[in-house]
T-cell receptor, first 114, second 112 residues
Framework: EVQLVESGGDLVRPGGSLRISCAASGFTFSKEWMNWVRQAPGKGLEWIGRIKSRSDGGAADYAAPVKGRFTISRDDSRNTLYLQMNSLKTEDTAVYYCAIDVIRGQGTLVTVSS | DIVMTQSPASLAVSLGARATINCRSSQSVLFSSNNKNYFAWYQQKPGQPPKVIVS???ARESGVPDRFSGSGSGTDFTLTISSLQAEDVALYYC?????????FGQGTKVEI
């Protein structure tokens, strides 16, 4: 059974940085292209980026609101996906989910506030 | 980018009655090489993460009651709740995962 467990969410000041993680199990993580999706409080779901498998080049691409500030990486030896978030803004406040194709995790809450 | 248009925005249905939610994508999400629609439906209740109830347009997830069914192909999709129960009150979202950026519908609020 596919399991994706997000962690690392925290309260961060505007302009600050945070790295969140997604621990994967139940499938061959190294073969999958992985995505991050977020949901701001009271809002809809927003795709923010994807990283390809290493065998497909390992490149990442991002949605416009986070491009240049967020970086997706992966550690296939640890079956873990990461999202490094820099220059955080209050509008980045959201629950963040990782996903292969559909959201299956509980998410981790990132709050950006002074 | 593929645009998802979900309707209606809200829906009030009597207990035991049928509820129907529609979603249209601006481009086909049917992958011809495997004949699969890269399309899903979610249910979200207050304070909870979205729960996928249908993937691949019509494959009901394990544990989801059979009163929920997904149908459609290409660009037009429907989620049907055949006999609405009190516990089905929630927000429902559609999603395409055919290509990035993934897009989600705006949501449909289902009430009794």
């Amino acid at each position: 059974e596919v399991q994706l467990v997000e962690s690392g969410g925290d309260l961060v000041r505007p302009g600050g940085s945070l790295r969140i993680s997604c621990a994967a199990s139940g499938f061959t993580f190294s073969k999958e292209w992985m995505n991050w999706v977020r949901q701001a409080p009271g809002k809809g779901l927003e795709w923010i980026g994807r990283i390809k498998s290493r065998s497909d080049g390992g490149a990442a691409d991002y949605a416009a609101p986070v491009k240049g500030r967020f970086t997706i990486s992966r550690d296939d030896s640890r079956n873990t996906l990461y999202l490094q978030m820099n220059s955080l803004k209050t509008e980045d406040t959201a629950v963040y989910y990782c996903a292969i194709d559909v959201i299956r995790g509980q998410g981790t809450l990132v709050t950006v506030s002074s | 980018d593929i645009v998802m248009t979900q309707s209606p925005a809200s829906l009030a249905v009597s207990l035991g009655a049928r509820a129907t939610i529609n979603c249209r994508s601006s481009q086909s999400v049917l992958f011809s090489s495997n004949n699969k629609n890269y399309f899903a439906w979610y249910q979200q209740k207050p304070g909870q993460p979205p729960k996928v109830i249908v993937s691949w347009a019509s494959a009901r997830e394990s544990g989801v009651p059979d009163r929920f069914s997904g149908s459609g192909s290409g660009t037009d999709f429907t989620l049907t709740i055949s006999s609405l129960q009190a516990e089905d009150v929630a927000l429902y979202y559609c999603q395409q995962y055919y290509s990035t950026p993934w897009r989600f519908g705006q949501g449909t609020k289902v009430e009794i």
